[in-house]
């Protein structure tokens, strides 16, 4: 009998290639999510540095504001530092991307400068709704302002736990794939 014994196997690539997919997805992790919840990490820290009013790596308090007259303070300012309007608290953010980085940050234009530390450039002070100033005792048309040093404070950082913390959440672990 010819051809006795011979066995022939077929298979349907498309199963196969569903079988390698499905595999590959259970042995990598999803980065993106993970990512995000660094990013969320982050600036629920940041936010702690605002409320703390301190570096949120070394716990260094900030440099303290001037003090400052009831006149003098921006009209809905709270008095904390940094947080005048709380706009930029409320513009830090961060996006998550599928190889695992985060970009965290914030658009505002002085965010730098508050984070780091600086000197702002010297500058004309011209009114808008009137037709002088009024600075130091006198009324003038302009007022040359010299720029002002900016002590730095800052309110982003990763404090040297930030891995520890989110490798030991629960919601890694599981994305991780080895919750108990």
Same mark, same amino acid.
């Given at each position: 009998?010819?051809?006795?014994?011979?066995?022939?196997?077929?298979?349907?690539?498309?199963?196969?290639?569903?079988?390698?997919?499905?595999?590959?997805?259970?042995?990598? /992790?999803?980065?993106?999510?993970?990512?995000?919840? +660094?990013?969320?990490?982050?600036?629920?820290?940041?936010?702690? +540095?605002?409320?703390?009013?301190?570096? /949120?790596?070394?716990?260094?308090?900030?440099?303290?504001?001037?003090?400052?007259?009831?006149?003098?303070?921006?009209?809905?300012?709270?008095?904390?530092?940094?947080?005048?309007?709380?706009?930029?608290?409320?513009?830090?953010?961060?996006?998550?991307? /599928?190889?695992?980085?985060?970009?965290?940050?914030?658009?505002?234009?002085?965010?730098?400068?508050?984070?780091?530390?600086?000197?702002?450039?010297?500058?004309?002070?011209?009114?808008?709704?009137?037709?002088?100033?009024?600075?130091?005792?006198?009324?003038?048309?302009?007022?040359?302002?010299?720029?002002?040093?900016?002590?730095?404070?800052?309110?982003?950082?990763? /404090?040297?736990?930030?891995?520890?913390?989110?490798?030991?959440?629960?919601?890694?672990?599981?994305?991780?794939?080895?919750?108990?």
């Amino acid at each position: 009998m010819a051809g006795a014994g011979i066995l022939k196997a077929e298979y349907n690539d498309s199963e196969f290639q569903a079988i390698l997919n499905a595999l590959s997805k259970a042995a990598m /992790p999803d980065l993106r999510k993970i990512a995000a919840f +660094a990013g969320a990490e982050l600036k629920d820290i940041s936010h702690g +540095a605002f409320k703390k009013e301190a570096d /949120p790596v070394t716990g260094i308090k900030w440099k303290d504001i001037k003090p400052r007259d009831k006149e003098a303070k921006s009209p809905g300012s709270t008095g904390t530092i940094l947080q005048d309007y709380g706009q930029l608290k409320r513009s830090l953010t961060w996006e998550a991307y /599928p190889d695992g980085s985060v970009i965290f940050g914030s658009n505002m234009v002085y965010a730098r400068i508050h984070q780091q530390g600086g000197k702002t450039r010297a500058h004309e002070i011209v009114p808008y709704h009137a037709k002088a100033l009024y600075f130091n005792g006198r009324f003038a048309r302009k007022v040359k302002h010299p720029g002002s040093l900016i002590p730095a404070r800052p309110y982003m950082g990763v /404090p040297q736990d930030f891995d520890r913390r989110i490798l030991n959440d629960p919601e890694i672990l599981k994305l991780l794939g080895l919750e108990a």
